[in-house]
Antibody, heavy 121, light 108 residues
Framework: QVQLVESGGGVVQPGRSLRLSCAASGFTFSSYAMHWVRQAPGKGLEWVAVIADDGRDKKVADSVKGRFTISRDNSKNTLYLQMNSLRAEDTTLYYC??????????????WGQGTLVTVSS | EIVLTQSPAILSLSPGERATLSCRASQSVSRYLVWYQQKPGQAPRLLIYDASNRATGIPARFSGSGSGTDFTLTISSLEPEDFAVYYCQQRSNWPKITFGQGTRLEIK
């Protein structure tokens, strides 16, 4: 069955960096676009970034542009989110989500359980 | 940015009743509207895509309708497991996709 398992979250000081990972299994990872979506505790959902199945095309939300980078390693079935210059408003739960296909259709049929990032001094 | 406004914020109903949830877009999204269900401590679950298409494994009591700026998610007869938060999402303006703020469906 499809599984997405995020890791790498934690407590980090403002201005520092963190890299999230999402290990995928149960499907052909290299055949799907992948996304990061975040959700502040008790709040709504915010799309963060997308990467094409082959990793060549990437897009990020304006709120994280210039600070966050999405990448993937299809040989390791793993998705990444490199987060630099972290701010308090980046404190939230980060989900890895599978697009329904490739090229991206921008909606999601499988989600991980999320990894919590807390930015605090 | 396309803003999605969901109403009501909270809907209190009893099992067996019919639920009608609304999602209104600030500009037309054609039929590129998606619905998710989220239970406490869980990730969202895809219910409906492109306004009216049920995702794989979703019971027939869930249905979606609408186009342009006004959309509805209907649950024909509520089961105990349907009480959750429901989000709409537009994918018309990709990559600037946006979500509604959610409707909490609670047991009356």
């Amino acid at each position: 069955q499809v599984q997405l398992v995020e890791s790498g979250g934690g407590v980090v000081q403002p201005g520092r960096s963190l890299r999230l990972s999402c290990a995928a299994s149960g499907f052909t990872f290299s055949s799907y676009a992948m996304h990061w979506v975040r959700q502040a505790p008790g709040k709504g959902l915010e799309w963060v970034a997308v990467i094409a199945d082959d990793g060549r095309d990437k897009k990020v939300a304006d709120s994280v542009k210039g600070r966050f980078t999405i990448s993937r390693d299809n040989s390791k079935n793993t998705l990444y989110l490199q987060m630099n210059s972290l701010r308090a408003e980046d404190t939230t739960l980060y989900y890895c989500a599978r697009d329904v296909s490739a090229p991206a259709n921008y909606y999601f049929d499988y989600w991980g359980q999320g990894t919590l990032v807390t930015v605090s001094s | 940015e396309i803003v999605l406004t969901q109403s009501p914020a909270i809907l209190s109903l009893s099992p067996g009743e019919r639920a009608t949830l609304s999602c209104r877009a600030s500009q037309s999204v054609s039929r590129y509207l998606v619905w998710y269900q989220q239970k406490p401590g869980q990730a969202p679950r895809l219910l409906i895509y492109d306004a009216s298409n049920r995702a794989t494994g979703i019971p027939a009591r869930f249905s979606g309708s609408g186009s342009g700026t006004d959309f509805t998610l209907t649950i024909s007869s509520l089961e105990p497991e349907d009480f959750a938060v429901y989000y709409c999402q537009q994918r018309s303006n990709w990559p600037k996709i946006t979500f509604g703020q959610g409707t909490r469906l609670e047991i009356k």
